[in-house]
């Protein structure tokens, strides 16, 4: 069914959406200094910096403070991975398997919060640009996160790309990007954003041995983004309202995520700001479950 729901959202709300992609990735890295400090015992230096993670939630909602935020990204990701090999070294834990993993983790983790971070500085100044990306690059990204996904599941799952590999607690992910130019696509900034938290969506409720089907095509007149699973699901009743702000679908509200919570209403916000449109089936037709997201957004003339 095609989304067609009027949405206003407040200042707030519309930083939010802006900043979903660092608040995700913040939330992962305070899952993971939380697990360190319990091992550790609670070493205050660590309860320091989860405190001012708590913090620079807060500032995302206020889009002069998020930028502010945004911009100290990168002395923050050093300071905090300075700060917690310290704390290891002085707990005489340099050597122990499982701080030498979260220190590894926290790499990956501050590698792509580095990056998001670039993302939102590059369309700051102008967020209706249209961007130029190499298919085979952005391709790339989008593996590198799947991974990063898989290593903070650490070790409950994995995630594999050909059907020969895919047994029973591994989910399969089949990815396409095409287009008319060959080996380039058009879009505009945020809507890899969009692309990210819907793929992560798809994962989210789906359960392990579980499929996702996503492909992007850059035709003549329009870009297109489809991306389907073999989860839960959304109840009928409540496929209108999932793009409201922070509205999660009944089924999903007992299960508990580290994300923002309205990746969906980012994506209809994008949509709609481009001109576009959104569509959400859910049962994927012909299927018994799952859900299909579609997105078309006209090219800019």
């Given amino acids: ?26 939330n992962v890295v305070q899952y993971e200094l939380l ?13 320091g910096i989860c405190a001012s993670i708590l913090s620079a939630a807060e500032d995302l909602s206020d889009n002069e403070k998020a930028h502010q935020r945004v911009a100290t990204i990168n002395r923050f990701c050093d300071s905090t991975y300075a700060t917690c090999l310290k704390v290891i070294e002085e707990k005489g834990k340099a050597e122990d398997e499982f701080c030498t993993a979260i220190l590894s983790n926290l790499t990956s983790i501050f590698s792509i919060l580095k990056i998001r971070a670039q993302e939102i500085n590059a369309r700051k100044d102008n967020p209706l640009a249209w961007v130029e990306h190499d298919i085979k690059a952005l391709k790339n990204n989008f593996i590198n996160v799947f991974q990063a996904i898989e290593e903070n599941s650490h070790g409950a799952y994995h995630i594999v790309y050909n059907l020969a590999e895919h047994y029973e607690k591994e989910y399969l992910i089949n990815l396409e990007m095409s287009s008319v130019n060959e080996s380039s696509i058009q879009m505009p900034p945020i809507f890899q954003d ?33 991306v389907e699973d073999s989860g839960s699901g959304i109840p009928a009743d409540e496929i209108a309202k999932v793009v409201e702000f922070g509205y999660r679908a009944s089924n999903t509200k007992a299960r508990i995520t580290r994300g923002g919570g309205f990746g969906l209403s980012k994506a209809y ?24 997201i579609s997105i078309s957004i006209p090219l800019p003339s």
């Fill in 1 to 26: 069914m095609e989304i067609t729901h009027k949405l206003a959202f407040e200042a707030h709300e519309l930083s939010l959406l802006n900043m979903h992609s660092v608040l995700n990735v913040l």
């Fill in 269 to 292: 916000y994008a949509a709609k700001s481009f001109g576009g449109r959104m569509f959400i089936d859910s049962p994927v037709p012909g299927r018994t479950g799952g859900t299909k």
């Fill in 194 to 226: 969009v692309m990210r938290d819907l793929l992560a969506n798809a994962r989210k409720y789906t359960a392990p041995g579980g499929i996702i089907s996503a492909g992007f095509h850059q035709g003549e007149k329009e870009i297109r983004f489809v």
């Fill in 35 to 47: 697990r360190l400090s319990d091992y550790l015992e609670n070493p205050k230096e660590i309860e």
